[in-house]
T-cell receptor
Framework: EAQVTQNPRYLITVTGKKLTVTCSQN?????MSWYRQDPGLGLRQIYY???????DKGDVPEGYKVSRKEKRNFPLILESPSPNQTSLYFC???????????????FGPGTRLTVL | GEDVEQSLFLSVREGDSSVINCTYT??????LYWYKQEPGAGLQLLTY?????DMKQDQRLTVLLNKKDKHLSLRIADTQTGDSAIYFC??????????FGKGTMLLVSP
């Protein structure tokens, strides 16, 4: 089944304790992205990657890191989480990198993170 | 930068039509999308429209695009309680990046 998977789905942690949220897609997609969703703010892009070893900042990258060593995986790293990073996180992938062609993004199920 | 705006909340009765509106600023948008997010789930593509189209119909869904006014709408005919969800408008603002609106919560009451 074609899908984007994220782990863990739920995580409660404490301030300053490094964590990684994994994202994997099995559709051979070039483009992958991380979003956070907060009430009243909608979806905001954290980082994105157009291909292996190519990553770029989105709208809210502060406090996050990513890597794209393999095409299928795009982990999100919080080196020193803080309470303002409590949020619902979504990973997404899409086939191409051209904005001029139809380009559906496929979303993972989300990771709910609470930082105490 | 590019911006996408939507009203935050819409409440309708079952069987009525729902119309969710969206405005965007990026005049170079080639595709515009509607995504649906059900409670506790990720976003799923509902429908999309190419920028050279005025209208697209897909069963109970009708998408209208006014490119001159940069206005997009989603009409759901015969709205059902199962349509209750958050609906996101998005435009393709370069490469594969999508700019999303804040989402419209649709509440359908019996």
């Amino acid at each position: 089944e074609a899908q984007v998977t994220q782990n863990p789905r739920y995580l409660i942690t404490v301030t300053g304790k490094k964590l990684t949220v994994t994202c994997s897609q099995n559709m051979n997609h070039e483009y992958m992205s991380w979003y956070r969703q907060d009430p009243g703010l909608g979806l905001r892009q954290i980082y994105y990657s157009m291909n292996v070893e190519v990553t770029d900042k989105g709208d809210v990258p502060e406090g996050y890191k990513v890597s794209r060593k393999e095409k299928r995986n795009f982990p999100l790293i919080l080196e020193s989480p803080s309470p303002n990073q409590t949020s619902l996180y979504f990973c997404a992938s899409s086939p191409g990198t051209s904005g001029s062609s139809y380009n559906e993004q496929f979303f993972g199920p989300g990771t709910r993170l609470t930082v105490l | 930068g590019e911006d996408v705006e939507q009203s935050l909340f819409l409440s309708v009765r079952e069987g009525d039509s729902s119309v969710i509106n969206c405005t965007y600023t990026d005049s170079s948008s080639t595709y515009l999308y509607w995504y649906k997010q059900e409670p506790g789930a990720g976003l799923q593509l509902l429908t999309y429209i190419f920028s050279n189209m005025d209208m697209k119909q897909d069963q109970r869904l009708t998408v209208l695009l006014n490119k001159k006014d940069k206005h997009l709408s989603l009409r759901i005919a015969d709205t059902q309680t199962g349509d209750s969800a958050i609906y996101f408008c998005a435009d393709s603002s370069g490469y594969s990046t999508l700019t999303f609106g804040k989402g419209t919560m649709l509440l359908v009451s019996p």
